[in-house]
């Protein structure tokens, strides 16, 4: 563990700043190890714009940042797990040699556009979606064959689900891995709104049959919202 490592840990600033003044930038950002020359951005509690601006200003050669990360280590996932706006959006305008991944997978197979979908995060979704120099994967499917378009419509974020319906490459019609659609998961949990903006894309398929051989409107039924058949 670094210096730097132990001041994110307690998400403290003023730790962070006492430790570049009394050590300076290559004591605290060096690791102990000299097998470990990359250094986490991720705090697991909290994490402050201030320190991330600190530590990136203050990153003059003497470490890899790793943002990059694997599965839940890397801090663009935690960001937008945590719905930090303001620290993903600083890890996505730094000027780096490489690309950044803005598709890093957790566990669950899902990614930071997965969660920004499912919380209604649209400032995080349009920063993802936004990214020129990185191309965000919008029909990127989770575990359980989720893409951000199913968990958005799922949730009855609508706003959401119209900005990525404005992506020429969002596939309306992703199924999961129970052969589902955003359009048939909307319609089982009763998201009139949101199934109005799916119903507008030309190409949305409202008669095929998932793994089960339901229907939407088959859907639609079990719910037992009567308004949402009328649509279909």
Do not use: C
């Not at 003044?21 to 097998?35: A, C, D, H, M, Q």
């Amino acid at each position: 563990r670094t210096l730097l490592s132990n001041a994110l840990q307690s998400g403290s600033e003023n730790i962070f700043q006492l430790l570049l003044e009394k050590y300076g930038v290559e004591t605290v950002i060096r690791s102990n190890s000299e097998e470990d020359s990359s250094t986490s951005l991720r705090a697991p509690k909290e994490v402050m714009q201030d320190v991330v601006l600190d530590l990136l200003e203050a990153n003059d050669g003497y470490g890899k940042i790793d943002i990059y990360g694997v599965d839940d280590d890397s801090p663009l996932l935690w960001a937008a797990k945590h719905r930090k706006e303001g620290v993903l959006r600083l890890l996505l305008d730094i000027q780096w040699t490489d690309s950044i991944d803005v598709n890093p997978r957790d566990g669950d197979g899902r990614t930071p556009l997965s969660y920004a979908a499912a919380s209604g995060e649209i400032g995080i979704m349009r920063a993802l979606l936004e990214s020129k120099e990185m191309e965000v994967d919008v029909n990127s499917k989770d575990n359980s064959g989720f893409t951000p378009l199913h968990w958005a419509s799922q949730n009855g974020e609508t706003d959401i689900l119209e900005l990525l319906l404005r992506h020429p490459k969002t596939d309306v019609n992703a199924r999961n891995n129970k052969g589902r659609t955003a359009l048939s998961l909307a319609a089982e949990n009763g998201r009139t709104k949101t199934i109005k903006a799916l119903l507008k894309e030309e190409d949305i398929d409202i008669v095929s049959k998932d793994d089960s051989g339901s229907t939407t409107k088959d859907w639609a039924l079990k719910s037992g919202d009567f308004s949402i058949i009328g649509l279909l």
